[in-house]
């Protein structure tokens, strides 16, 4: 266990499931609360798992990432059941392939939205709770290494757009609010096995060979193939760690 985090307080946006849940779960197993915020009707169901399984006080809670005042309300709840967030994890996120030229306006803007706007939003009530406090804290963004690479054969022009901005949103706001010791980092994973790579794949099964033969370890990620590393961006063993956009992809970008 992680001493240096037991009972301080994680917020995880797309915390039901997939990566959001599984850190969630890395970040309890070290003691600390952990609130969850989702779109998704089973966040509270989440939630209540993570606390009967590691002992711990879990929140689960719907909202859209995209509605800024809700996510801001969301926060305000939190602090109010557990005191200030230490920890962010933008986990929320959503993917939309398909040819570029037969995108639609609304395909566009909910990839953003979600992905980008979603992860100002957390970042910013995140922020304020901390320099109200005058708290130091790490928030972690769930980037892509889509942001980087343009990712083949499938085309997905918003998700690798919209992974490349929230890595330098990052960037930008780790310069911000280093003087109050908030430290923004980003990993960007390659291939995992989530249920949104499932669904991608249930609609394209094709795609598996092709990813896994660019990967040279020869295997998709499992989300808990990210969990050491958030566990090190949350500890105060990463304090002077900012602004990094952090690869974790199985050697996929390196050739």
Known sequence: MTSN?????????????????????????????????DLLDTVEESAKAIADEYGVATHGQKIDVTDQDGVADAFRAVRQTFGVPSVLVTAAGIEINGDSVKVT????????????????????????????????????????????????PQWAASYNASKAAVAHLGRSLAVEWAPAGIRVNSISPGYVLTD???????????????????????????????????????????????????VIDGGYTAI
């Open 5 to 37: 985090l037991t009972s301080r307080t994680a917020v995880l946006t797309g915390g039901a499931r997939g990566i959001g849940l599984t850190l969630a779960r890395t970040l309890a197993a070290d003691g600390m609360n952990v609130a969850l915020l």
């Open 105 to 152: 306006a609304e395909q566009w803007r909910r990839v953003i939205d979600v992905n980008l706007t979603g992860t100002f939003f957390a970042a910013q009530a995140f922020a304020n709770g901390l320099l109200t406090a005058g708290m130091p804290g790490s928030a972690i963004f769930i980037a892509s290494m889509s942001g980087s690479i343009v990712n083949v």
């Open 196 to 246: 949104l790579t499932k669904a991608i794949l249930d609609r394209e099964p094709e795609l598996h060979d092709d990813w896994v033969a660019r990967i040279p370890q020869g295997r998709m990620a499992k989300p808990e193939d990210l969990a050491g590393l958030v566990r090190f961006l949350a500890s105060d063993a990463s304090t002077y760690l900012t602004a990094q956009d952090i």
